[in-house]
């Protein structure tokens, strides 16, 4: 009898074991699927407005070769013609960090005119900045721009704050193979609250404020 109890227990384990498991994995599935569609090679990226590029953290006050990498994609859609446009979506939240402009003063030296880029300085996650790029910036299509890894959430994201996003990935799987591989660790945990944010919540970015007109207004030059 207690051998009988023992099996019926570590079977209630193993389905709650299972339960878990599946569950877990329904945000890392709904990310890449609803974004697969939308995810493409520069060269085949159709033509938008703006492109959105994330922060990714500075080094001694300059963009980390991960945001580098980011940033020369989107230098490259703008030469190829693919946006017109370059909002960069960073975190300024304390005076001696600055990353939207040193983003900007990055493409500048890359050769983008000065008055085509535009900074966020309050995109502090990934759901803040496509929020923000709709509600504080008044952006409607866009092509998001981050490594290859975070993208699907990124665009998943942008598409559940109501933007008609498209992506493009930087790819740092060669070059830096132990931290891309920690970065695809990382989204399967971070899909999780990409799924409530997108889905469910739909939060306020941190900081919201009036409307800005910089993209408008370089979009019309």
Excluded at 53 to 62: E, M, N, P, W
Excluded at 151 to 167: H, I, K, N, T
Aim: hydrophobic share 45%; glycine share 8%.
């Amino acid at each position: 009898m207690g051998a009988f109890i023992r099996r019926i227990r570590w079977r209630r384990v193993l389905v709650a074991a299972a339960l878990a498991a599946v569950l877990a994995a329904v945000p890392l599935v709904w990310v890449r699927v609803s974004s697969a569609p939308y995810r493409h090679a520069a060269a085949d990226v159709p033509e938008t407005p703006v492109a959105l590029v994330l922060g990714a953290g500075l080094r001694g006050g300059r963009p980390t070769p991960f945001l580098a990498g980011r940033l020369d994609v989107a230098a490259d859609l703008h030469r190829a013609g693919k946006v017109k446009v370059l909002l960069v979506s960073g975190d300024n939240s304390r005076a001696d960090y600055d990353e939207p402009t040193a983003m900007r003063d990055y493409l500048v030296a890359k050769g983008v005119p000065a008055d085509l880029v535009v900074a966020d300085y309050a995109g502090l996650d990934t759901w803040d900045s496509c929020t923000r790029a709709k509600r504080i910036f008044g952006v409607t299509r866009l092509t998001v721009v981050t490594q290859e890894f975070h993208l699907p959430r990124a665009v998943a994201l942008c598409r559940s704050a109501g933007l008609e996003a498209f992506g493009v990935g930087h790819d740092t799987s060669r070059q830096w193979a132990s931290t891309t591989a920690y970065g695809h660790f990382r989204e399967a945990f971070a899909s999780g609250k990409a799924m409530w944010d997108g889905l469910v919540a739909k939060p306020d970015p941190r900081f919201l404020g009036p409307l800005e007109t910089g993209v408008t207004s370089a979009l019309e030059r």
